[in-house]
């Protein structure tokens, strides 16, 4: 309830949001040059793919304040590593209906988790350092800012650690994509 009303406070308040229009209207603007240059020379465009990576790249500016090439996130890259957890995430696991069959882990489901696990907790654990190490004031603040900002300042009326961080970047890049 507490990391909720942090969230709806801090993070996702109308005041916030509207912090980020230059951001989203530049890169809608940049899509929208893309699609004319594409028009005069004829070829063909996969309008849902070019949104899906809109939105994905502007998800990205928002809570990390950069974009991130699929390399600095694995080598599947990032848009394949989300759609695997969403995946692995909806597989229903034999292990949650039948207990004892949970620890031979049939399906590969732990197996996988662990791996993606371990895939989210790096890329987070470089976003925090990056943010971190960069003690420039930015003019807008992102979600990841705002967070360690509140750490720092020690003002929550919770436990709020790195771990939650984390947790929040998770829910919203599986959230927003």
């Not at 976003?127 to 509140?150: A, G, N, R």
Request: hydrophobic letters at 40%; charged letters at 25%.
């Amino acid at each position: 309830r507490n990391m909720r009303k942090l969230c709806i406070l801090q993070l996702l308040s109308s005041h916030k949001i509207n912090s980020f229009r230059p951001m989203r209207r530049q890169e809608v603007g940049t899509l929208v040059k893309s699609l004319k240059q594409a028009a005069s020379d004829g070829a063909a465009v996969d309008l849902s793919g070019l949104t899906s990576s809109l939105g994905a790249k502007m998800s990205c500016l928002m809570i990390f304040g950069q974009r991130y090439m699929d390399k600095d996130f694995d080598d599947r890259g990032f848009g394949e590593v989300i759609q695997e957890a969403l995946h692995v995430g909806s597989t229903p696991n034999i292990g949650d209906y039948f207990p004892l069959l949970g620890v031979l882990d049939l399906q590969g489901l732990t197996r996988r988790f662990k791996a993606l696990a371990k895939v989210f907790h790096d890329f987070f654990d470089k976003i925090i350092d990056d943010h971190l190490e960069c003690k420039e004031q930015k003019q807008t603040k992102d979600f990841v800012d705002i967070m360690m900002e509140i750490i720092q300042s020690g003002t929550s009326a919770f436990e709020f650690d790195r771990r939650h961080v984390k947790a929040v970047l998770f829910v919203s890049v599986v959230a927003l994509n």
